[in-house]
């Protein structure tokens, strides 16, 4: 089966790549490779070019979001933007079922990250991408990462 999974980078003011046709048994070091290696060309927005296939991060945040309803998954994807309607809201929770930042391992096949308990798909498959290293990133490991 094939899933639209949809990567946000929070760097660069939530800009997203869609990846229209990921195969659940492809490795997320597969996509990779392709989007960041060698021969792919840099990010429009990535002056700094901070994003090599050598620092690429993938994370996925636990246990927290709203499924879209078909309508608004449908928007999305035309669209490449959250539905106006779109509400994620979600109560605040404690303890061992906290939302947390979980890094995405590359050797994990979309089908392993959906079998896991604590991923909820929002419609699409969700990733954020960070750059190793950055500013951002050691910023944002210590405000959300812990």
């Not at 901070?50 to 709203?66: E, I, P």
Request: charged residues 25%.
């Amino acid at each position: 089966m094939c899933w639209p999974v949809v990567l946000a980078y929070p760097e660069a003011g939530m800009a997203q790549d869609t990846i229209e046709e990921f195969h659940e048994s492809a490795t997320f070091g597969q996509h990779l490779d392709v989007m960041f290696g060698e021969d792919a060309p840099p990010l429009e927005w990535d002056t700094e070019r901070a994003y090599s296939r050598d620092r690429v991060l993938l994370l996925y945040l636990s246990n927290t979001g709203k499924p879209l309803s078909q309508g608004q998954l449908t928007e999305a994807l035309r669209y490449g933007t959250w539905p106006a309607d779109f509400d994620d809201a979600t109560p605040k929770r404690y303890g061992p079922g906290a939302p947390q930042w979980v890094e995405v391992n590359e050797q994990w096949t979309l089908q392993d990250l959906l079998s896991r308990p604590d991923y909820i798909v929002p419609g699409a498959p969700l990733l954020w991408v960070v750059a190793r290293g950055s500013d951002y990133h050691k910023r944002f490991r210590a405000q959300a990462i812990g």
